[in-house]
């Protein structure tokens, strides 16, 4: 397995509210680590990562990523 460090990472932050949201959206938050508003994770720049974010994409945002080397 790869060593973590030289994995890319993207930091995902919450910006919207579960409240009033279909329970896959918010069992979707939940699995990206994040379940509070403002709330940060630095996650793991992989295609699994990327489509959850994208299926949620109204209620998180990607703050920063690392450039590609």
């Known amino acids: 397995?790869?060593?973590?460090?030289?994995?890319?990472?993207?930091?995902v932050e919450q910006i919207g509210s579960p409240i009033r949201r279909p329970?896959?959206?918010?069992?979707?938050?939940i699995g990206l680590g994040l379940n509070k508003m403002h709330k940060r994770r630095t996650l793991i720049d992989s295609p699994q990562v990327r489509g959850m974010v994208a299926k949620i994409s109204h209620l998180v945002r990607i703050v920063d990523e690392e450039p590609k080397a």
Do not use: D, P
Not at 1 to 11: G, P, Q
């Open 1 to 11: 397995m790869a060593e973590t460090s030289k994995r890319k990472t993207i930091v």
């Open 23 to 29: 329970a896959i959206q918010r069992a979707t938050l």
